[in-house]
């Protein structure tokens, strides 16, 4: 369900030609967010949730703006964000796993009995946001202007489609699916962990591996520019 989920933003995203490394991490964010507002501060939990919607869809506009205002590449802007996103939550959450969550937070996580199977609630919603996608890309002017953007963002500028619009409306939406799938944990471990996955002890990697990829596609771009001339 979680990777379903995130994959319904990420495909949306690869559709305009764009990429999202920072999902993962983003989503630990609005995990963190969400779980501390409800069991630390004792924030009504749907308030908390919205919170934590709200973040992810934040940093999803701020990729969205970087990528179309500051014209920035998209591996480059959410390579970017995705060491922001887990400085913040280690900083945040201290390293700590959340535990004790109320149930409007699970409730997704729920199960029904179909014959002799039992279906998660989580599992009905990822189909249901399928289905909407779906109708969405393949029926409305919205996602006829997605596809036009994704093959060719000239020609759909020229066009008179608002591709900087599109845009960032795609990132926002691909923030706002990131912070989904907390919703639609199980109940049994109602846990929250500051990185995306099972709980673990959580060890700071070298500088080097955060810094190589930007290096290598800082290297590889120079290398086609060059290869063009």
Known sequence: MVVGILAIGQTLIILTAGIDLSCGMVMALGSMIMTKFAVNYGINPYLAILCGLAVTTGFGLINGLLVTRVKLPPFIVTLGTLNIA???????????????????????????????????????????????????????????????????????????????????????????????????????????????????????????????????AGAASSWARWWVR
Request: with cysteine; proline share 8%; aromatic share 10%.
């Open 86 to 216: 887990f400085a913040i939550t280690q900083i945040y959450s201290n390293a700590q796993i959340i535990s004790n969550l109320p149930d409007e937070m699970t409730a997704l996580g729920n199960t029904f009995s179909l014959g002799s199977t039992e279906v998660s609630l989580g599992t009905v919603t990822m189909i249901a946001l399928y289905a909407l996608a779906w109708f969405v890309l393949r029926e409305t002017a919205p996602g006829r202007h997605l596809y036009a953007v994704g093959n060719n963002a000239e020609a759909a500028r020229l066009t008179g489609i608002r591709v900087d619009r599109v845009l960032v409306t795609v990132y926002a939406l691909a923030g706002l699916f990131t912070a989904l799938p907390r919703c639609c944990r199980s109940r049994a471990p109602a846990w929250a962990t500051p990185t995306p996955g099972k709980p673990k002890t959580w060890m700071p990697s070298p500088p080097w591996c955060w810094a190589a990829p930007a290096c290598l």
